[in-house]
Nanobody, 125 residues
Framework: QVQVVESGGGLVQAGGSLRLSCTAS????????MGWFRQAPGEERTGISC????????YYSNSASVRFAVSRDNALNTMYLQMNNLKSEDTGMYYC??????????????????WGQGTQVTVSS
């Protein structure tokens, strides 16, 4: 039912910047909280940043709180992640998904299974 497409990743040097995009369909986008996740080889998928449906609430993991900024344009059904001062530890496959937001964390909706292909971010040091 829900389809998401991630884009904007690439290979960058430490200290560089990237802007990721996530376009969603099959849901009422302006009523859906959305989030970004990162997965490195051999590791579990970890929440990086989430944003509420009307952008009133934003969540960042400890590693992303200073250097990253999440935003969205509901008219375009698109969520963004601006990543600045990238570090090698940011390397991984980045995915997006509709999420459930709690007091100080968020997770993918329990009924969401249609993960996209992701977009690869590689930071060289």
């Amino acid at each position: 039912q829900v389809q998401v497409v991630e884009s904007g990743g690439g290979l960058v040097q430490a200290g560089g910047s990237l802007r990721l995009s996530c376009t969603a369909s099959g849901l009422t986008f302006d009523a859906a909280d959305m989030g970004w996740f990162r997965q490195a080889p051999g590791e579990e998928r970890t929440g990086i940043s989430c944003i509420s449906s009307r952008s009133s609430i934003r969540y960042y993991s400890n590693s992303a709180s200073v250097r990253f900024a999440v935003s969205r344009d509901n008219a375009l059904n698109t969520m963004y992640l601006q990543m600045n001062n990238l570090k090698s530890e940011d390397t991984g496959m980045y995915y997006c998904a509709p999420v459930s937001m709690f007091w100080d964390y968020c997770r993918a909706r329990s009924n969401f299974t249609t993960w996209g292909q992701g977009t690869q971010v590689t930071v060289s040091s």
